[in-house]
Every structure is written in structure tokens, then in C-alpha cells.
């Protein structure tokens, strides 16, 4: 691992502390094994289970639901429709407001009552004595409707709605819009110019997983909910609102989680249907969607019409997009709010003088955008990436010198971007350099790699990453805004029983990623005990703090923050009850190892210690809970307050190597290159897990991955068969480093590592097939680059025949 020199924040954690093992995750053996315990293997006695009746069309107004032939069926026990459901649930509420994005807002019920938005949408539910019976009572409820022309491809529209914005008004639902300094000039000044559209289709997530819901009701009239889900308290705050009941009498329970990558937040009417079920029934009752309704939402899609203007040496003079982003039906899941986040991270980690970025987020009927890794920072990626590999391509320059000539220094961080989003730290040229080192980076001018019969032809291509993570989606001056935003704190409690036992409870989730793993190390380096002795408690909002679960890769850098500090107040007290023991100052008292130790020498072992302390002063005395928020952010040139958002920005370079078959268009990715700079790394393993999670994102998005429908929403994408995810034979075996530049607004040092490395490996394969192609063929601007888009770029570069 490669590292550069930072100042680390005032009692941070140092290397030999953080550094001394790669701890691997726990219970990964039973994750591989199959021993894990995930939502659909809990099924107490008497559990009914829920099958969602959905919309057969895209768009039309809603006559009438007519339950009475699936109530005659044998087994089944209860359906609702949507006016019967209105009755006892208010509207789905949002988490964050909408206005705070100059967004509209709406009222979504949990099944539609007059209106059908989108083809898939639930109408109805039923609930039967197994999963199979609810099914076939779901498919016997008949819906009438009259059906009405939707809108599902913009196409279709014969204009950009962005450019008659008062034709379309009922269909935008939020417009934002960045400038710094006057672009009209520059363009009209500039010795060049460029201009593309790049397009990016639909795509989902595809969890190991799907959503899933048990609710169960006691005696008492308290609702225990176990969810796959990545945000626990968002879920009890929503539950609460729609069934009109306290919090305090609803307990959410995590299990293990099969994966999320944005997909298991709020937002989605099964959540509160299967306890509003469960309740009419008396039973326990269980909601489990299928692949292929897990494959009805998605995200990502994006239109961006982007210019760039430039000079002789390509110097990034000017950039232009103007973005159209249909993001489905309105919906009060969090994931249309990636619109907003792609165009506030424009330019990336250049410096541009002049940029104006116009964004019109457009309902559609199509299913609601849910949340997706990489949150829209990743397709801002893709266009920023692209367009300097099209001004190097235009000026005959290395694309890696287009990029070192317009990188930020160092010395101009903290920089604010156009939107107010902070780039709080790095070191981007020292990421460039290491990375072109280690993929062995030499231009390539789409030389064929094989013999020249073979048609097949090679490519490399590079991207730059930024990844704002952290906290809060909103940015600008205050003086534009509603009201001032923060991240969320994150909280831990931290005890140590008389045997010398740790228990960290923590208010951050583990989808899968194994942020448990670090939780315990952070806690451990504070305690000097071991691994073994640590035991991590998540995702039971009876049981620990409240916390925002997991999102925007707080899990380490900010919840552990909160650990780090719960500890450190619990070994100040084992530090002053040492003294007091063996006459030493608490300075001189340290602990290493289960041991306790005065100037490094073993006194006695920290479970004798902790069990005195028990017997004598009380448990109370081993327990502390802290809570950590990141410190505020000023850029280098601040003359006013700006909106708390995103605390830290990771970065990274990402180089690809591919092999184009010119006669059948089909790319392979022979080699993925990363150095990555998350701040200070905890635990190495789990970071690179990360990366090649995402990384392998990246590739399945460039190349495979898209959620089609057909002209009238139905989809087409339902199934693995349709929807291509890459398998390990599609990918090569990935080589990342890192660099470490830490935050100075973390206590850790620590910045993002879960949503990184998609956007860049997305655009790194992207201009890897443009480099093969050459410039004799029309460069790509369309994701994923699938063979036919492929050999359709080619057929345009031979005047329409195909090669």
C-alpha cells in the first residue's frame, strides 16, 4: 500500500495502531458457507405471507380494484385495496425535503387509489397462508382501469423537454442549475470548442437479496419489524408516520444483509402494507419481492448535452451540460435525489474557470428511480471523463498530459465546486502518477493486438474520480437556501463487562460490506485488547443508538469516529482505576493485547482490571456513548457561509486495458487499474473489497447492465437472462493501491470508501473502447456499450456497412 504524508487530526489513531493486522471480516465463514441468517430464513409459527398486486399498464386512471375471487380462494386470509388501505395508513412521507433541492413534492399512497403511474405499480395485496397461494390469489384479482397514453422514452416527445420547459411543466420535478463565472465568453473566445451528447441507460442494482419485511404485532400493541434494510431508524420514523403510532412502540430488527448498494432504503409501500396486514390478521406476516420485481426499479438514466471549450495545450477553458434525467414516477424514495448529486459534482477535480451546469429532472412513466451506488456522482464522472478524452483526441495529446495540465493542486484544496460541494483534500496529481505507473500506461492508438485477420483491436483508457461522501445532498450559499442543512451525527456505546469483554453498539448498518470489521478494530486499538474479545452489536433500534444506518459511506470515517471516542472514554477510566491500582500516572498506563501494562511492561491483564472495577466502583463506570458529527467545512476562498453537505471527497485514477472484436463487437476488459485515496485506510482488506465490489459495478454498467422496457413500460429486463451482470470470467484481475491524503474534517482522517470506484471504472472502460475504436470511427456516447452499440459505430465509420 502506497501512502503520502498528511497531518492526522489531534489524537488520531496512528499507523502501528490502525496498521497492525488486516483483520478479515467476521462471520465470513458463515457467508460463504451458507450458515448466515438473512430476512427470508426467520418465519415464526403462524407467519402469513404478502403478494403485491401491480399495475398492468404505465399510465391510466385507476376504476376499480375487485378482491372477491382471491378471498374465495382456499388459504387466503385477507387483500386490500388502495381506498381500503387509505383508510388506516396516511401517505408515504419523505425523509428529506424535497424543497430543500427546489424540488416539487406529492402525496404517494402505499397502493394507488385513482391513478396509475407506472406499469408495475401496487394496486393491491393479498396475504395467504404460504408465498405460492399468495401469488395465485394476486394474479385472480382483476383491476379495471382506462388506460392513457404515457410517457416513457423522452424521445418519443419530438423535443428536449428542457428546451420548452413551459410545454412540459407538469413534468419537471425539480431544476437545478450551477454557474461560476461566464461561460458565454469563454466559448465565444475559446481557440476550441467541442460538444457531445452522452447518454446513460436505466440500470438497477441486483443484491444478492431482494427487499424483504416480517411484521408481527405482541399484546402490547408493539410492532416488531424485521427488514432487509439498510436504515433502520429511517424505517421506524416511516412506519411511525404512515401507521400513525409512536416510534417508541416499534422495534426494527436488521438481520444479515444479502447486499443493498443503495436499493434497501425507505420510500416503498410493502414496508408499511405487511404491518398494517399483520395487524388486521393477527399474525405475523412476511413480504419477500421477487427478482423480477426487484428489477422493476432502477436509476441512472441520464441525457447530457455537454460542450467543452479549450485551448492549444488543452486547457480546460469552459465546460457546458445541460442534463435531462427522467426519473420516473414521483416517488418519496430518496434515489431521484441522484439527479441533484450529479450535477452539483460537476467539474470533477478540475479547475475550470467558467462552468454552467443546467439540470431538468422530468417525471416519467416509468418506476421511481431507487437509490444506486455511486448516487449520481458517477454518471457526472462518465461526462466530465469523456469530454477530456475528446479534447485530447481533437488536439493529438496524451489524454493522461490533457488531465495533469488541468488537475487541482494540491495547494488549491479546499476547493468548492460551482455548487458548494467542498473538495476538502488530496493529492490528485500524485493519484495520476502512480496509477499510470502501475497499469504500465503507454498511449495506444487503436493498434490491433493480434494478427491483423483477427480484427481485434486494443484499447486503454483512463478516468479521474471524485466521490462526495458523508452526509447531506443539498448545497449553496445559505443566503439561497430554505434553511441550513448538516449530516446526521453518528452515535456508539462502547462497555466492557467484568471479564474484560467489549460490546460496541453502533447506530451504522453492515449491508454486507463488513463495516462490523472495523467497528471492532477501531474499538480494540483504543482498549489494546483483541479480536476476539470485541463483539459488534447493529441494526435492532432497541438495542443501540440511533444512526442513519448505511449511506454515503459514513460507516467508518463517521460512525467509527463515534466508537473511537466511546472507547477512548471507557480506557481513561480503565487508565485512572490502573493508576489508582499500581500507583503509576494514567499517562504511564497503557494497554496492549488483553494486557495492562506501566511503561510497557504487564502489570496484570485488563480482564483483572475491569473485574476490580466491577466489584468495586460498579458497570456504570465501564460504559460510555459518544456521538460525532465532522467538523465544518470553509474552502480557500469563502467570503460567505455555505450549506453543510458532503464532509469529505475520496478520489482515485482508474486505468483500463481492452480488446475490442471488430467483427463482432464484443469488448473485453483485460486489465482494471486503481489508486485510490479514501483518507486514512482502517482496515486495508476491506477497503480493496470495496473497491472491486465497485469496481466491478463500473465494468457490468459500461458494458452490460441496462433495464430496458418496451415502448408501452413493460419491462424487459425481469430476469439474470435479460438484465447481464458481469460474471468473473467477464472480469480481469484488479490491481488497486492506495494513497492516503487524509481529511482534515474527520477525526480518523478518514473519507468515503463504498461508492467510489463506479463512476471511475465506467468511464476508464468507456474511453478505453473510444481509444480502440480510433478516430476514424464516431466516438461512443451511449452506456453500456454493448455489441451492437458497438458494431453500430463501426457501420457508421464504414458509411453504414458494417465491417
Not at 50 to 78: E, F, I, N, Y
Not at 582 to 600: H, K, L, Y
Request: glycine share 10%.
Amino acid at each position: 500500500m502506497s501512502t503520502t504524508a498528511g497531518v492526522l487530526p489531534e489524537n488520531a489513531p496512528t499507523r502501528a495502531e490502525t496498521e497492525r493486522a488486516r483483520w478479515p471480516k467476521y462471520d465470513a465463514f458463515a457467508f460463504i458457507s451458507g450458515g448466515a441468517t438473512y430476512l427470508d430464513d426467520i418465519e415464526p409459527a403462524g407467519t402469513l405471507h404478502m403478494a403485491v398486486v401491480r399495475s398492468p399498464v404505465a399510465h391510466g386512471k385507476l376504476l376499480g380494484v375487485d378482491v372477491g375471487q382471491a378471498l374465495a380462494m382456499d388459504g387466503v386470509v385477507a387483500a386490500l385495496d388502495g381506498r381500503e388501505a387509505a383508510r388506516h395508513l396516511a401517505p408515504m412521507p419523505y425523509v428529506q425535503n424535497p424543497e430543500d433541492i427546489d424540488a416539487r413534492t406529492f402525496s404517494v399512497p402505499a397502493l394507488a387509489v385513482d391513478e396509475l403511474r407506472w406499469l408495475g405499480e401496487p394496486v393491491a395485496v393479498v396475504v395467504a397462508e404460504s408465498a405460492p397461494l399468495a401469488q395465485a390469489a394476486a394474479a385472480a384479482v382483476r383491476v379495471r382501469y382506462e388506460e392513457l397514453r404515457p410517457v416513457v422514452d423522452l424521445d418519443e416527445l419530438g423535443v428536449d423537454p428542457s428546451d420548452d420547459e413551459e410545454r412540459f411543466a407538469d413534468l419537471v420535478l425539480a431544476a437545478n442549475d450551477f454557474t461560476r463565472g461566464d461561460t458565454g465568453s469563454a466559448f465565444a473566445s475559446a481557440p476550441h470548442s467541442l460538444r457531445t451528447t452522452v447518454r446513460i441507460a436505466r440500470s438497477s442494482t441486483a443484491p444478492m437479496e431482494p427487499r424483504g419485511y416480517l411484521a408481527s404485532w405482541d399484546s402490547d400493541g408493539r410492532l416488531t419489524v424485521h427488514a432487509s434494510h439498510q436504515q433502520p431508524f429511517q424505517l421506524r420514523w416511516e412506519l411511525s408516520t404512515v401507521l400513525r403510532m409512536p416510534e417508541d412502540s416499534i422495534r426494527v430488527v436488521v438481520p444479515q444483509v444479502g447486499g443493498s448498494f443503495g436499493l434497501k432504503m425507505t420510500g416503498f409501500g410493502e414496508e408499511p402494507l405487511v404491518c398494517l396486514l399483520s395487524k388486521l390478521t393477527g399474525r405475523p406476516v412476511k413480504f419477500v419481492e421477487s427478482r423480477a420485481e426487484c428489477f422493476l426499479g432502477g436509476g441512472r438514466e441520464q441525457i447530457h448535452r455537454a460542450a467543452v471549450a479549450f485551448d492549444d495545450q488543452g486547457r480546460l477553458l469552459a465546460l457546458r451540460d445541460h442534463i435531462t434525467i427522467p426519473v420516473g414516477a414521483a416517488s418519496t424514495s430518496p434515489g431521484w435525489r441522484m439527479a441533484y448529486v450529479t450535477a452539483a459534482t460537476f467539474p470533477g477535480a478540475y479547475d475550470i474557470p467558467a462552468v454552467e451546469i443546467r439540470s431538468r429532472v422530468l417525471l416519467t412513466n416509468q418506476p421511481p428511480w431507487h437509490s444506486c451506488r455511486g448516487y449520481g456522482k458517477d454518471t457526472a464522472i462518465v461526462v466530465i471523463e469523456r469530454l477530456v478524452d475528446m479534447v485530447a483526441a481533437h488536439l493529438g495529446l496524451d489524454p493522461a498530459d490533457v488531465r495533469r495540465r488541468n488537475l487541482l493542486p494540491s495547494d488549491r484544496l479546499p476547493h468548492r465546486l460551482p455548487s458548494g460541494y467542498l473538495i476538502d483534500s488530496g493529492d490528485f496529481g500524485a493519484l495520476l502518477d502512480r496509477a499510470l505507473a502501475l497499469a504500465d500506461y503507454r498511449p495506444v492508438k487503436g493498434t490491433r493486438a493480434a494478427a491483423p485477420e483477427d480484427d481485434v483491436v486494443e484499447g486503454v483508457g483512463i478516468a479521474f474520480e471524485i466521490t462526495p461522501e458523508g452526509g447531506g445532498h443539498p448545497s449553496g450559499p445559505l443566503r439561497t437556501a430554505p434553511r441550513p442543512t448538516a449530516p446526521a451525527p453518528e452515535t456508539a456505546t462502547v462497555s466492557v463487562s467484568a471479564d474484560g469483554r467489549v460490546e460496541v453498539r453502533s447506530g451504522v448498518t453492515n449491508p454486507g460490506g463488513g463495516n462490523d470489521t472495523s467497528l471492532a478494530q477501531l474499538a480494540a486499538d483504543e482498549l489494546g485488547t483483541t479480536r476476539a474479545m470485541v463483539t459488534v452489536v447493529q441494526g435492532d433500534t432497541d438495542r443501540v443508538p440511533p444512526g442513519t444506518g448505511h449511506a454515503s459511506s459514513r460507516a467508518t470515517a463517521v460512525g467509527g469516529a463515534a466508537v473511537v471516542l466511546a472507547a477512548r472514554d471507557v480506557a481513561s477510566r480503565l487508565r485512572a482505576w490502573a493508576a489508582e491500582r499500581t500507583g503509576a500516572r494514567p499517562d504511564e498506563i497503557t494497554f496492549a493485547g488483553g494486557r495492562v501494562e506501566v511503561d510497557r511492561r504487564p502489570v496484570m491483564t485488563l480482564a483483572d482490571l475491569c473485574s476490580d472495577l466491577h466489584s468495586t466502583a460498579g458497570a456504570a463506570d465501564l460504559v460510555a456513548t459518544r456521538s460525532y458529527v465532522p467538523q465544518t467545512q470553509r474552502g480557500l476562498n469563502d467570503n460567505e457561509e455555505y450549506r453543510y453537505t458532503y464532509p469529505y471527497v475520496s478520489s482515485g485514477v482508474y486505468v483500463a486495458r481492452v480488446l475490442v472484436d471488430l467483427a463482432t463487437g464484443k469488448t473485453t476488459i483485460t486489465g482494471l487499474f486503481a489508486v485510490h485515496d479514501c483518507g486514512r485506510v482502517i482496515n486495508p482488506t476491506l477497503v480493496e473489497g470495496q473497491m472491486h465490489g465497485a469496481m466491478a459495478m463500473g465494468a457490468g454498467l459500461a458494458l452490460f447492465e441496462e433495464s430496458l422496457s418496451d415502448a408501452d413500460g413493460s419491462p424487459l429486463s425481469s430476469t439474470f437472462k435479460h438484465y447481464l451482470l458481469p460474471r468473473a470470467n467477464d472480469l480481469p484481475s484488479m490491481v488497486v493501491e492506495h494513497i492516503e491524503t487524509p481529511s482534515p474534517h474527520t477525526l480518523l482522517g478518514a473519507k468515503g470508501a463504498g461508492e467510489a470506484g463506479v463512476g471511475g471504472t465506467m468511464a476508464a472502460v468507456l474511453n478505453a473502447v473510444a481509444n480502440a475504436l480510433g478516430p476514424g470511427c464516431p466516438p461512443p456516447t451511449a452506456l453500456p456499450l454493448t455489441p451492437p452499440r458497438v458494431l453500430d459505430l463501426l457501420a457508421r465509420a464504414h458509411g453504414g456497412i458494417k465491417p
